[in-house]
C-alpha cells in the first residue's frame, strides 16, 4: 500500500480558484501572511474579492493605516470587490482616513460594504453614490447632512444599522427613501442628538412600505 508523503503540499496543489476560495475567509493581514509560503502563493491573496480589516490586530492606526493603503496599491485596480470590511476601533481613529478607504473601495464596485467605527465617525459622503451597493451594514456612525433626494441605492436590498447617529430624524427617513427595493432591514440603538427613539427593529419589509 503506498503511503501519501508527509511532507508534500497538498492545499499548494490546489487549483487557483479553491485556494482564493479558501482565502476569501481569512481576514486580509492573514491572507496577506500566505504569500511568504511559495512564489505561487505570492499574488493570489491579491486576487480575492473580499477585503477584511481589523485595527486591533495592529500596533497602532499608523500601521493600520499604511496596511490598508499598502494593499490598495497592490490590487489591480480593475479588479472588482465583492465586500469590503472595515473595522476601527482605535481613539486615534482620523475621519479623512475612512472616507479615503471607502471612496477607494467604492471606485471598485462593491456589492457589500460593512463599517464598525469607535467615536462616531460621520458617514463618508461617498457612499451616497455607491450605486452598485447590495449589503449595506453601519456601526458606530454618525449621518448628517443628507439633502433631499441624494441618497440613492437602487440595488440595495439588505440594510443593518447599529448604534447609528442621525443629527435629524429626517436624515433616517432619507436614507430609507433612497433603497427602493429594501427587502431585509435590521435597526438598534438609534439615536437622533442622543436621543433614544429606537431600540431594536428587526425584520424583513417590503419596498412598498416606503
Given at each position: 500500500?503506498?503511503?501519501?508523503?508527509?511532507?508534500?503540499?497538498?492545499?499548494?496543489?490546489?487549483?487557483?480558484?479553491?485556494?482564493?476560495?479558501?482565502?476569501?475567509?481569512?481576514?486580509?493581514?492573514?491572507?496577506?501572511?500566505?504569500?511568504?509560503?511559495?512564489?505561487r502563493w505570492n499574488p493570489?491573496?491579491?486576487?480575492?474579492?473580499?477585503?477584511?480589516?481589523?485595527?486591533?490586530?495592529?500596533?497602532?492606526?499608523?500601521?493600520?493605516?499604511?496596511?490598508?493603503?499598502?494593499?490598495?496599491?497592490?490590487?489591480?485596480?480593475?479588479?472588482?470587490?465583492?465586500?469590503?470590511?472595515?473595522?476601527?476601533?482605535?481613539?486615534?481613529?482620523?475621519?479623512?482616513?475612512?472616507?479615503?478607504?471607502?471612496?477607494?473601495?467604492?471606485?471598485?464596485?462593491?456589492?457589500?460594504?460593512?463599517?464598525?467605527?469607535?467615536?462616531?465617525?460621520?458617514?463618508?459622503?461617498?457612499?451616497?453614490?455607491?450605486?452598485?451597493?447590495?449589503?449595506?451594514?453601519?456601526?458606530?456612525?454618525?449621518?448628517?447632512?443628507?439633502?433631499?433626494?441624494?441618497?440613492?441605492?437602487?440595488?440595495?436590498?439588505?440594510?443593518?444599522?447599529?448604534?447609528?447617529?442621525?443629527?435629524?430624524?429626517?436624515?433616517?427617513?432619507?436614507?430609507?427613501?433612497?433603497?427602493?427595493?429594501?427587502?431585509?432591514?435590521?435597526?438598534?440603538?438609534?439615536?437622533?442628538?442622543?436621543?433614544?427613539?429606537?431600540?431594536?427593529?428587526?425584520?424583513?419589509?417590503?419596498?412598498?412600505?416606503?
Open positions: 500500500m503506498s503511503r501519501s508523503n508527509p511532507k508534500e503540499d497538498r492545499i499548494s496543489a490546489l487549483p487557483n480558484p479553491i485556494i482564493c476560495h479558501i482565502l476569501f475567509f481569512l481576514p486580509t493581514k492573514t491572507a496577506a501572511i500566505t504569500s511568504i509560503l511559495s512564489k493570489l491573496w491579491l486576487s480575492v474579492l473580499v477585503l477584511y480589516f481589523d485595527d486591533e490586530t495592529f500596533q497602532n492606526f499608523v500601521s493600520f493605516r499604511h496596511f490598508v493603503s499598502f494593499v490598495f496599491l497592490l490590487r489591480d485596480i480593475t479588479l472588482p470587490l465583492q465586500l469590503f470590511h472595515l473595522k476601527c476601533s482605535n481613539a486615534s481613529i482620523q475621519p479623512q482616513d475612512i472616507n479615503g478607504f471607502v471612496h477607494t473601495a467604492a471606485q471598485r464596485g462593491i456589492e457589500s460594504l460593512n463599517l464598525e467605527m469607535l467615536g462616531m465617525v460621520t458617514l463618508p459622503r461617498c457612499i451616497v453614490r455607491c450605486k452598485t451597493l447590495v449589503v449595506l451594514h453601519l456601526k458606530g456612525l454618525k449621518v448628517n447632512n443628507i439633502s433631499h433626494g441624494v441618497l440613492d441605492f437602487p440595488l440595495l436590498k439588505t440594510l443593518h444599522l447599529s448604534s447609528v447617529v442621525f443629527e435629524r430624524f429626517e436624515y433616517f427617513i432619507e436614507l430609507l427613501s433612497g433603497c427602493p427595493i429594501i427587502l431585509e432591514l435590521q435597526a438598534e440603538d438609534l439615536s437622533v442628538h442622543n436621543v433614544e427613539w429606537l431600540f431594536i427593529l428587526e425584520k424583513s419589509v417590503a419596498a412598498k412600505n416606503f
